[in-house]
């Protein structure tokens, strides 16, 4: 029970899809002997029964997901650890201790490689939707500075909406005065492209992929999730283009 509902914790905190943590869950538990496995994963919680051979009595728990990011690298290590226990029959303890292991692990990118990817992100989007190299700068420097504030803010407000509205926020503000001071040139490709770190690509497309396999729960609750990340976003442009 324990090992089964590590895996799967682990892997709905980083980005997994709810069929993949369901998948792995029942395959891990099968693996160590249970006659059946019932599993029920929403984004923000797992319920497990397991029912084991030989025996009529069931164990059932369930595991809040309070905290959840993207970190597919750690998906990948819980999948990697799922096989060898299929392939080379780990004991128990061995696959609690690995797991032990991949929920330390540090973050694969450190914040100074994911704000520089920003950046660079921020910049090339600019381009992609026909802005010119005068707005390439300014969409560097708008698109950075906003995944700062997003960075910092969400190490101290837990509620995520805040830090994507204050992170939005900077970003229309820094690209109105880039507009203003004659760096750049198109307020609306700057704005674009700095906010294209900021959109929950993972969150659409793991609500897209859940309502298209049957998982109702999952798809409309990711996907009511992604709307309020753009509606924080949306908001705090739309505060800065009105006002200023």
């Not at 001071?181 to 690509?201: E, R, T």
Request: aromatic share 8%; charged share 15%.
């Amino acid at each position: 029970m324990e090992v089964c509902l590590l895996a799967g914790r682990l892997m709905l905190q980083n980005g997994a899809e709810t069929y993949r943590v369901e998948d792995t869950i029942t395959r891990l538990a099968q693996n160590y002997g249970m006659k059946a496995a019932q599993v029920f994963v929403t984004p923000t919680a797992i319920i497990l029964s397991l029912f084991e051979k030989g025996r009529t009595m069931d164990y059932t728990k369930i595991v809040r997901i309070v905290d959840r990011s993207t970190d597919l690298h750690v998906v990948v290590l819980v999948n990697d650890l799922s096989r060898k226990v299929a392939s080379e029959s780990l004991s128990l303890d061995t696959a609690r201790k690995e797991l032990k292991k991949i929920e330390k692990t540090p973050e694969a990118y450190p914040a100074w490689v994911q704000t520089l990817a920003a950046i660079l992100v921020s910049g090339c989007f600019a381009l992609m939707f026909q802005g010119n190299w005068r707005d390439f700068m300014p969409a560097m420097i708008a698109g950075g500075a906003g995944y700062v504030v997003f960075l910092v803010i969400k190490r101290y407000i837990s509620v995520r909406f805040f830090s994507e509205l204050l992170a939005a926020f900077v970003i229309g503000l820094v690209a109105k005065l880039a507009i203003t001071s004659g760096m750049g040139s198109q307020l609306d490709k700057i704005i674009i492209g700095a906010v294209m770190p900021l959109v929950p690509g993972v969150l659409i497309t793991n609500a897209v992929r859940d309502l298209m396999a049957g998982h109702l729960v999952s798809g409309i609750s990711l996907g009511a999730e992604a709307m309020l990340t753009a509606f924080a976003i949306g908001t705090g442009i739309a505060f800065v283009i009105v006002t200023l």
